[in-house]
């Protein structure tokens, strides 16, 4: 991402817990455009500031789409909503990386890819929110996952 990021902006929604707080000052020195709020708390603005970024200052929007209460790896409705409020189309992606610590802990699992380890990025079909529901999204994603070559 950070070598498509040179071309096009890109929004990123990142929750307003501690540990949202600290991915926000991260992505933002790496010059993302970091819109705060998540599914449980401040969610309403975070999915304004995402669609306004989508719409006004031509941003694609990256989403982190199973949102802090899991299930984990299962899609929420947020990213779809952002499509279809900004008329955008999705791309689902996973990434992968060679050497990582994962915080088993946490809800989602976090993996956080140690220094020098590759990361892989794979994408799936760009995909119409009209035609869509989060169970079809999860099924694209899952299917990306699925592809993992480190499994």
Known sequence: MLAYHHFKPIAVLSSLSQDGTLQAKILARLGYTVCRGSSSRGGGAGLKAMIRCIKKDNCDGAFTVDGPRGPYHTAK??????????????????????????FRKAWDKYTLPKPFSRVIIRTGNIMSPDDLDTRLLTAALNELNFLNPES
Do not use: C, D, M
């Open 77 to 102: 409705p947020g990213a779809l909503a952002a499509a279809r409020q900004s008329n955008a189309l999705l791309v689902p992606a996973v990434s992968f990386a060679t050497q990582a610590w994962i």
